[in-house]
């Protein structure tokens, strides 16, 4: 709905009070949890069928191993549905699948000419490098 106003006419504050509402209003995002250690960690998941079955198979605690000093990886059990693609850049929080049965958390930002299906990113990775650390490291992933 557009508002017609005169020039210097201010609008309703009907009107400017629904526009405000409406800029405010986010489509919902699905949420996950990674907790390492003590700490727990927010992850918004894609809006991909893959981020959708994992969320599916919730609780789930993986054993991660250590890779190249800017990931963490572990086997899932089952094949996830996959649509990759070479996002180039790899940013810290991202959460992806490599081929169809391989989780990655990514804790650093690099280059990488690597497919990889998205299944979510960590809401605030600030500390992710830290907490994951340079060794391997049991996760835990659930849905509340």
Known sequence: MLGVCEAGQPSSPA???KDAGAASVKPEESRMWMTVGERRFTIILADTAAARTFAERLPLTLDMSELNGNEKYADLSKS??????????IHNGDVMLY???T???FYETFRSPYSYTRLGRVD????LAHMLGRRDVRVVFTND
């Open 103 to 105: 989780l990655v958390v």
């Open 99 to 101: 081929g169809s049965d």
């Open 124 to 127: 605030d990775p600030s500390d």
């Open 15 to 17: 009107v400017a009070a």
């Open 80 to 89: 996830l549905p996959t649509n990759a693609s070479r996002p180039g850049t």
